[in-house]
T-cell receptor, first 115, second 115 residues
Framework: DTGVSQDPRHKITKRGQNVTFRCDPISEHNRLYWYRQTLGQGPEFLTYFQNEAQLEKSRLLSDRFSAERPKGSFSTLEIQRTEQGDSAMYLC?????????????FGQGTRLTVV | AQTVTQSQPEMSVQEAETVTLSCTYDTSENNYYLFWYKQPPSRQMILVIRQEAYKQQNATENRFSVNFQKAAKSFSLKISDSQLGDTAMYFCAFMRAGTASKLTFGTGTRLQVTL
């Protein structure tokens, strides 16, 4: 296993189009997180899954955003009717449940540009 | 809610020198973790060092060490013997214990190591 994988690495889309990103976590990890990172800012938490259950969603995740993790493996993040403000790097991370703390491993991200 | 503040947008250090990156945070929690993450250009974020709030001893990982001042809510990172490969964005992050590794990040410090 080579780590957390995200696809695509870059996406350019026209305003109003729908986009979908995929994240493949480290295989034995049961937790998966999505973060958004805009230019000049640190990553901001969007949502996380434990296995297939989506346990928390940030207020940043508007109705146009939806995330899934069928069968507790890979996850998809879909943005409907994209807006220019959605332009950002979308980061995925995964971790294993265990003990008081476990390290979250990040993917390289998907950079979205809405034109 | 927690906040993390990094007041140094950019720092520069010469190779082999020592540099300190600053971070302050605000929380009403007593049990938490603090982290420094490194994000090299076009590469994934990786964990540099972590500190448990209940531990008084400052964490150390090879050339990286922290100065954790719980009462002052300060958490600085010292990089000794800086190397060109240390060039990256550095993010300070907070995690409340028991929150499934959900991280709150600062805005980052861009570190440039020069010859």
């Amino acid at each position: 296993d080579t780590g957390v994988s995200q696809d695509p690495r870059h996406k350019i889309t026209k305003r109003g189009q729908n986009v979908t990103f995929r994240c493949d976590p480290i295989s034995e990890h049961n937790r998966l997180y999505w973060y958004r990172q805009t230019l000049g800012q640190g990553p901001e938490f969007l949502t996380y899954f434990q296995n297939e259950a989506q346990l928390e969603k940030s207020r940043l995740l508007s109705d146009r955003f939806s995330a899934e993790r069928p069968k507790g493996s890979f996850s998809t993040l879909e943005i409907q009717r994209t807006e220019q403000g959605d332009s950002a790097m979308y980061l995925c991370a995964s971790s294993w449940t265990g003990g008081a703390w476990t390290e979250a491993f990040f993917g390289q991200g998907t950079r979205l540009t809405v034109v | 809610a927690q906040t993390v503040t990094q007041s140094q947008p950019e720092m520069s250090v010469q190779e082999a020198e020592t540099v300190t990156l600053s971070c302050t945070y605000d929380t009403s929690e007593n049990n938490y973790y603090l982290f420094w993450y490194k994000q090299p250009p076009s590469r994934q974020m990786i964990l540099v060092i972590r500190q448990e709030a209940y531990k008084q001893q400052n964490a150390t990982e090879n050339r990286f060490s922290v100065n954790f001042q719980k009462a002052a809510k300060s958490f600085s990172l010292k990089i000794s013997d800086s190397q060109l490969g240390d060039t990256a964005m550095y993010f300070c992050a907070f995690m409340r214990a028991g929150t499934a590794s959900k991280l709150t990040f600062g805005t980052g410090t861009r570190l440039q190591v020069t010859l």
